[in-house]
Nanobody, 119 residues
Framework: QVQLVESGGGLVQAGGSLRLSCEAS????????MGWYRRAPGKQRELVAI???????NYADSVKGRFTISRDNAKNTVYLQMNSLRPEDTAVYYC?????????????WGQGTQVTVSS
């Protein structure tokens, strides 16, 4: 069984920073892609950033230059450093990982962590 546990959300003023963390645990053979998605009130879930098993990354245009994704493979953990936060960044942020276990590869999701940016 695999679990993704997020931490680091909260309330911050516009222009502030937060750092999200997500640790994967369980019977993991390897982790290919890790990333973050978010769902704002009344909107569909959208990709924020992903990082592959190497160093390649992709970001949503709306967060480029403000957010940085990174990972610690030894800890099976992915991070999202969020700077210059804006009220429109308010959302529930979900961690994602494509993980190989003994029976194959599956997509896994965290429970979500709330990020609220006040103006």
């Amino acid at each position: 069984q695999v679990q993704l546990v997020e931490s680091g959300g909260g309330l911050v003023q516009a222009g502030g920073s937060l750092r999200l963390s997500c640790e994967a645990s369980g019977s993991i053979l390897s982790i290919a892609t890790m990333g973050w998605y978010r769902r704002a009130p009344g909107k569909q879930r959208e990709l924020v950033a992903i990082i592959r098993s190497g160093v390649s990354t992709n970001y949503a245009d709306s967060v480029k230059g403000r957010f940085t994704i990174s990972r610690d493979n030894a800890k099976n953990t992915v991070y999202l450093q969020m700077n210059s936060l804006r009220p429109e960044d308010t959302a529930v942020y979900y961690c994602y990982a494509l993980i190989s276990i003994s029976r194959g590869s599956n997509n896994y999701w965290g429970q979500g962590t709330q990020v609220t940016v006040s103006s």
